[in-house]
């Protein structure tokens, strides 16, 4: 039985496999909690892994909820509402003229070659979305006065066609919010309905299709993502949770469910997005500043990069084609994990992904149903899992049923034996995954040889020193709870609210006044939004944020300030614009395009304490079992480690495997495993011997 000391935080991520629950107790002590996820209701999983929770610590789940002091939440709710085509019917109010900018899409194409490709699909159908005239110029001048009557001509024609939600996207709103307010009035007035999203007051960014897209979203995937959240947290309040949850955007941060119900479409990433704080915690008991995270769970490989401390965050967010201005983690997912599903294509080659076989029914050797192969049934072919329960006895591993999976499938079309088939499907997996990391680093101007590669995710220790060794990264860092790396992170995530002006301005020519006075507003607005939020002011920080580019150039980049010294933000633009496209304009003019505030709100935390219950060190590993390493090495006789076996500071030559509560870690031989004060792992990455 787990003792816990109250009070204690707790971190629950739903994934597309397991419901994830970290919980740091009043002591320090860390504890992970795993449940099948229920997709089809996640709160179900949610509340399933609470009582699994309650019941190993011998407490009644009101017992577990009223001693929390904390509840943080992440979910792919919003996520896969986009993805399943399962949102709301939207209505649209847009200026005259302007009534298919959501259909044109400003011309962008995944690839600009690729003509035949389709868009995805229009979330709102042209008869839905209803022009209205009234201009307002690029400075927020009203030129045309605002046609009342056509509002309620439209808000007429979303009743006739059982409109659910209304998304209100005016020319030049980012310059000056006052006609869709007053047409936001009107719908309220005059509409049955009752969700409403104006672009302005989610995001109020210069482009028309950018910000009548995130305004679209955010309609589209409110009611379900609103009731979701709004119901889960009135079921632990009835159930003794003191306080309401909060939840993590993509932008990393943590707010209310009352701040998310105003921007749902915030939490596109709320899941991969908490890893940032995992990140946070990871730099400071590391002392490493540049770290990339491989998380790879039941279904995705999600990759997050930190360098210098800092984890960038931009405004172009993609999701299932749909372009979205929200601030969010910059994060490139593939479908690359345990459940990933293998197979032959048409042309007779090897698949690998995206597809996947999902919680339910999972991999073939889950017995669930499924007889397509995934890299889960090839790991345990080759020795690196055991068969048997995992997951605390949640589900069983049958190697004769990967083994008939992968023969089937793979091996019989191929040509191969089972052992082959099973080592290709790993190859090809594993050259996905880098693939992963250099989008993030090499396309970024990093070089991942700096970087210590982070091997987190139920499967991601597997993986990870192969990686890294094909990426030159010399050290990989596999935490103890690698397979509930966003749950704990989310127990590291502050508060965080974005703010944005748009400005049109030269670095140089505009004065400290001038700046000072596009400055002010924002600060006010945040300071108040985190004083709703519960924050004191001892906890804020807000930090000053430039967008610059050159003069001729359509991007910009964001650029942090201390102050307003010119020569130090022009060091710093450049800098960043050196690395990212290898050259700068000495002495070329900068302009400022918008003015951004990032509002944080720290949440009190402490490290978790270094375990206390390690029995070793043993002289020798539990066992050895003969298994696939690399291509390299081939079948080898590996020790096998039980991790708590391993206390702080032994050191083990590879190769060698460590199962550990909630990942499988793997080193080849040349490699060099040891274990930290609090239990991770730090692989020094070696030289083929």
Same mark, same amino acid.
């Given at each position: 039985?787990?003792?816990?000391?109250?009070?204690?935080?707790?971190?629950?991520?739903?994934?597309?496999?397991?419901?994830?629950?970290?919980?740091?107790?009043?002591?320090?002590?860390?504890?992970?909690?795993?449940?099948?996820?229920?997709?089809?209701?996640?709160?179900?999983?949610?509340?399933?892994?609470?009582?699994?929770?309650?019941?190993?610590?011998?407490?009644?789940?009101?017992?577990?909820?009223?001693?929390?002091?904390?509840?943080?939440?992440?979910?792919?709710?919003?996520?896969?509402?986009?993805?399943?085509?399962?949102?709301?019917?939207?209505?649209?109010?847009?200026?005259?003229?302007?009534?298919?900018?959501?259909?044109?899409?400003?011309?962008?194409?995944?690839?600009?070659?690729?003509?035949?490709?389709?868009?995805?699909?229009?979330?709102?159908?042209?008869?839905?979305?209803?022009?209205?005239?009234?201009?307002?110029?690029?400075?927020?001048?009203?030129?045309?006065?605002?046609?009342?009557?056509?509002?309620?001509?439209?808000?007429?024609?979303?009743?006739?066609?059982?409109?659910?939600?209304?998304?209100?996207?005016?020319?030049?709103?980012?310059?000056?919010?006052?006609?869709?307010?007053?047409?936001?009035?009107?719908?309220?007035?005059?509409?049955?309905?009752?969700?409403?999203?104006?672009?302005?007051?989610?995001?109020?960014?210069?482009?028309?299709?950018?910000?009548?897209?995130?305004?679209?979203?955010?309609?589209?995937?409110?009611?379900?993502?609103?009731?979701?959240?709004?119901?889960?947290?009135?079921?632990?309040?009835?159930?003794?949770?003191?306080?309401?949850?909060?939840?993590?955007?993509?932008?990393?941060?943590?707010?209310?469910?009352?701040?998310?119900?105003?921007?749902?479409?915030? !939490?596109? +990433? *709320?899941?991969?997005? /908490?890893?940032? $704080?995992? =990140?946070? @915690?990871?730099? &400071?008991?590391?002392?490493?500043?540049?770290?990339?995270?491989?998380?790879?769970?039941?279904?995705?490989?999600?990759?997050?990069?930190?360098?210098?401390?800092?984890?960038?965050?931009?405004?172009?967010?993609?999701?299932?084609?749909?372009?979205?201005?929200?601030?969010?983690?910059?994060?490139?997912?593939?479908?690359?994990?345990?459940?990933?599903?293998?197979?032959?294509?048409?042309?007779?080659?090897?698949?690998?992904?995206?597809?996947?076989?999902?919680?339910?029914?999972?991999?073939?050797?889950?017995?669930?149903?499924?007889?397509?192969?995934?890299?889960?049934?090839?790991?345990?072919?080759?020795?690196?899992?055991?068969?048997?329960?995992?997951?605390?006895?949640?589900?069983?591993?049958?190697?004769?049923?990967?083994?008939?999976?992968?023969?089937?499938?793979?091996?019989?079309? !191929?040509? +191969? *034996?089972?052992?082959? /088939?099973?080592? $290709?499907? =790993?190859? @090809?997996?594993? &050259?996905?995954?880098?693939?992963?990391?250099?989008?993030?680093?090499?396309?970024?101007?990093?070089?991942?040889?700096?970087?210590?590669?982070?091997?987190?995710?139920?499967?991601?220790?597997?993986?990870?020193?192969?990686?890294?060794?094909?990426?030159?990264?010399?050290?990989?860092?596999?935490?103890?709870?690698?397979?509930?790396?966003?749950?704990?992170?989310?127990?590291?995530?502050?508060?965080?609210?974005?703010?944005?002006?748009?400005?049109?301005?030269?670095?140089?020519?505009?004065?400290?006044?001038?700046?000072?006075?596009?400055?002010?507003?924002?600060?006010?607005?945040?300071?108040?939004?985190?004083?709703?939020?519960?924050?004191?002011?001892?906890?804020?920080?807000?930090?000053?944020?430039?967008?610059?580019?050159?003069?001729?150039?359509?991007?910009?980049?964001?650029?942090?300030?201390?102050?307003?010294?010119?020569? /130090?933000?022009?060091?710093?633009?450049?800098?960043?614009? &050196?690395?990212?496209?290898?050259?700068?304009?000495?002495?070329?003019?900068?302009?400022?395009?918008?003015?951004?505030?990032?509002?944080?709100?720290?949440?009190?935390?402490?490290?978790?304490?270094?375990?206390?219950?390690?029995?070793?060190?043993?002289?020798?590993?539990?066992?050895?079992?003969?298994?696939?390493?690399?291509?390299?090495?081939?079948?080898?006789?590996?020790?096998?480690?039980?991790?708590?076996?391993?206390?702080?500071?032994?050191?083990?030559?590879?190769?060698?495997?460590?199962?550990?509560?909630?990942?499988?870690?793997?080193?080849?031989?040349?490699?060099?495993?040891?274990?930290?004060?609090?239990?991770?792992?730090?692989?020094?990455?070696?030289?083929?011997?």
């Amino acid at each position: 039985m787990t003792e816990l000391t109250p009070p204690w935080r707790i971190g629950v991520d739903v994934g597309g496999t397991f419901t994830d629950m970290a919980l740091i107790d009043a002591a320090g002590a860390l504890h992970v909690f795993k449940s099948p996820s229920v997709p089809s209701d996640p709160s179900e999983g949610v509340m399933d892994v609470i009582a699994v929770a309650a019941q190993t610590s011998g407490l009644a789940v009101s017992d577990l909820l009223k001693r929390c002091s904390l509840f943080v939440h992440g979910s792919t709710i919003a996520t896969n509402t986009i993805l399943e085509k399962k949102g709301a019917r939207v209505g649209m109010i847009v200026t005259d003229g302007f009534r298919d900018a959501l259909e044109i899409r400003r011309g962008f194409r995944a690839d600009q070659w690729d003509h035949r490709a389709p868009n995805p699909e229009v979330l709102v159908p042209r008869y839905l979305r209803m022009p209205v005239r009234g201009r307002l110029n690029r400075d927020g001048v009203e030129e045309e006065p605002l046609n009342e009557d056509d509002i309620r001509a439209a808000i007429r024609c979303f009743d006739a066609e059982d409109v659910q939600s209304v998304a209100i996207c005016l020319h030049n709103a980012y310059a000056s919010a006052a006609h869709e307010d007053r047409a936001a009035a009107i719908v309220r007035e005059c509409w049955n309905g009752s969700w409403i999203s104006v672009s302005s007051h989610i995001n109020p960014v210069i482009g028309e299709y950018e910000r009548g897209s995130t305004a679209v979203m955010n309609a589209y995937v409110a009611p379900k993502v609103v009731g979701y959240l709004e119901r889960l947290d009135e079921t632990l309040r009835d159930q003794g949770l003191p306080g309401s949850i909060l939840l993590v955007q993509s932008n990393g941060g943590a707010v209310s469910v009352r701040e998310a119900a105003t921007r749902p479409v915030s !939490l596109a +990433l *709320s899941g991969p997005a /908490a890893g940032v $704080g995992a =990140l946070k @915690l990871y730099q &400071q008991l590391t002392g490493l500043d540049d770290l990339v995270a491989m998380e790879i769970g039941g279904t995705s490989c999600d990759v997050t990069l930190m360098a210098a401390g800092a984890v960038p965050v931009s405004d172009q967010l993609e999701i299932d084609g749909y372009h979205l201005a929200t601030p969010a983690i910059d994060i490139h997912t593939v479908g690359a994990g345990g459940g990933t599903l293998a197979g032959v294509d048409d042309g007779g080659m090897l698949r690998v992904g995206p597809e996947g076989a999902g919680a339910d029914p999972g991999p073939a050797a889950y017995g669930k149903g499924n007889d397509r192969p995934t890299a889960t049934d090839a790991h345990l072919v080759l020795g690196r899992l055991r068969p048997g329960p995992m997951a605390g006895g949640k589900v069983s591993l049958d190697i004769d049923r990967a083994r008939a999976a992968i023969r089937t499938h793979v091996a019989e079309p !191929l040509g +191969l *034996s089972d052992d082959e /088939a099973a080592i $290709g499907m =790993l190859r @090809l997996l594993e &050259q996905n995954l880098l693939h992963a990391v250099e989008r993030l680093s090499v396309e970024r101007g990093y070089d991942p040889k700096q970087f210590t590669l982070v091997a987190a995710g139920g499967a991601g220790p597997m993986h990870g020193a192969s990686v890294a060794r094909s990426l030159g990264c010399r050290r990989v860092f596999a935490p103890q709870q690698a397979g509930a790396f966003c749950a704990l992170g989310m127990l590291w995530s502050d508060v965080r609210l974005d703010f944005l002006k748009v400005m049109d301005g030269d670095l140089d020519r505009s004065g400290d006044a001038e700046l000072e006075q596009g400055f002010a507003p924002l600060i006010d607005e945040a300071r108040a939004a985190l004083d709703t939020e519960g924050i004191g002011t001892q906890r804020q920080q807000i930090q000053r944020v430039l967008d610059l580019r050159y003069r001729g150039q359509q991007w910009s980049l964001r650029t942090e300030i201390d102050g307003l010294d010119r020569a /130090a933000i022009r060091t710093a633009f450049e800098a960043d614009h &050196q690395r990212r496209f290898g050259h700068i304009q000495p002495g070329g003019a900068i302009l400022i395009t918008a003015l951004r505030i990032v509002a944080t709100g720290r949440i009190d935390r402490q490290p978790p304490e270094p375990p206390t219950d390690v029995t070793g060190p043993e002289t020798q590993a539990a066992e050895t079992r003969t298994c696939f390493v690399d291509a390299a090495t081939g079948w080898q006789d590996v020790p096998v480690w039980r991790s708590a076996d391993l206390r702080p500071g032994i050191s083990i030559d590879g190769p060698l495997i460590i199962e550990a509560p909630t990942t499988t870690i793997l080193a080849a031989a040349g490699d060099r495993l040891t274990v930290d004060a609090h239990g991770h792992y730090m692989i020094e990455i070696g030289e083929r011997p």
